[in-house]
């Protein structure tokens, strides 16, 4: 019950895991025949509002804090933070009714009663995970070869995924990180294999099958931060395996990359700019950074502004974001330069 339970969470979770904004609905479609279209109208939006806000939370909260507000959401909560409805293309002929409907929901207000709330979230996810799978049975143990059943399913079937990079399985590849790497979990190995592939995103499976029982240890190396967990299965079957290795990799991802909304962090950066253009669009993209609390200007110059940056979360999550909002960030001890990339 616990997988089918997983399993129905990753088949919702994927239509949107690999929006660009995580804060952003789309349109639904609504159609229906009824002889009060408007209280169905209503009914309707409604379902849509719990909807669209239930997928906001998803992308955003880990597993444990999205169950918790999730059972207690109710409509009058939901509506403190709808910033508007948007009706396209509606259409009312005798008793049948269709229109194109998105619920546009406030950033600032959800991020800000997150932070009242001590609840962490994420304003991103990783371009893409280099997956390291280490095949284990009775008769063999593949690694980095197309006799790996998981590689080899993988490519014939998810090779349009977008979450999991996939290794040449080259010669390469097997000189780089071997089996015994894997098994001592040599880290420093593991990264110079990620570095191959331009990636510090990091999973690494073993599979084991004891007594048609599949065990999965997984480690997941995030930029500098490694975390080490397991899930079974009780089949084997290679598409469940996939859809929750997704389910476990995000969310293991989000609790080492989430922004903690406990304490208040300063930075002090020098942004450099050509004309005031590209100063209100760096402006407006630090501003559209939910992590940063406030800018202090400090001084100004000729085509450059010293700020105190207050945010929150770690460092490193903090220049992250900066990059998903297309500013390029320079680190010098204590201090930064940013402009435009």
């Not at 509002?49 to 880990?62: A, V």
């Not at 930075?267 to 050509?274: A, P």
């Amino acid at each position: 019950m616990k997988i089918l339970f997983i399993l129905i969470n990753v088949l919702i979770f994927s239509n949107y895991l690999y929006a660009s904004n995580l804060f952003e609905t789309s349109f639904n479609n609504i159609e229906f025949n009824s002889i009060n279209i408007q209280d169905s109208k209503i009914e309707e939006i409604n379902k849509i509002k719990f909807e669209s806000f239930k997928k906001i939370l998803r992308k955003i909260l880990n597993n444990k804090n999205f169950n918790e507000i999730n059972d207690n959401l109710s409509e009058d909560f939901i509506n403190t933070f709808i910033k508007n409805i948007i009706i396209n293309d509606e259409k009312i002929i005798n008793n049948k009714y269709a229109a194109k409907v998105k619920i546009n929901f406030d950033k600032k207000r959800l991020v800000n009663y997150l932070r009242e709330k001590k609840i962490p979230y994420v304003e991103y996810y990783p371009d893409k995970f280099l997956l390291i799978i280490f095949e284990h049975n009775e008769l063999n143990q593949n690694l980095f070869s197309k006799n790996n059943t998981y590689y080899s399913y993988y490519l014939n079937n998810l090779k349009n995924n977008h979450l999991f990079q996939i290794p040449d399985l080259d010669i390469n590849d097997r000189f780089i990180l071997k089996k015994e790497d894997l098994k001592n979990k040599d880290l420093n190995k593991i990264i110079n294999f990620g570095k191959k592939y331009n990636n510090n995103e990091i999973i690494i499976v073993h599979t084991n099958i004891d007594n048609q029982l599949i065990n999965y240890d997984l480690l997941i190396y995030s930029d500098g931060v490694v975390a080490e967990h397991k899930f079974y299965l009780n089949e084997y079957n290679l598409e469940n395996f996939f859809q929750t290795l997704e389910d476990f990799s995000i969310n293991i991802w989000k609790e080492i990359n989430q922004i903690q909304n406990n304490t208040l962090n300063i930075i002090s950066c020098k942004i450099d700019y050509f004309n005031i253009l590209e100063l209100k669009e760096i402006r407006k993209n630090l501003n559209n950074n939910s992590i940063i609390q406030k800018l202090d200007i400090k001084s100004l110059a000729f085509k450059s502004v010293d700020y105190d940056i207050y945010y929150y979360g770690n460092e490193k999550i903090f220049f992250n974001i900066l990059k998903q909002n297309k500013l390029q960030i320079n680190k010098l001890e204590n201090f930064c330069t940013i402009r435009l990339k």
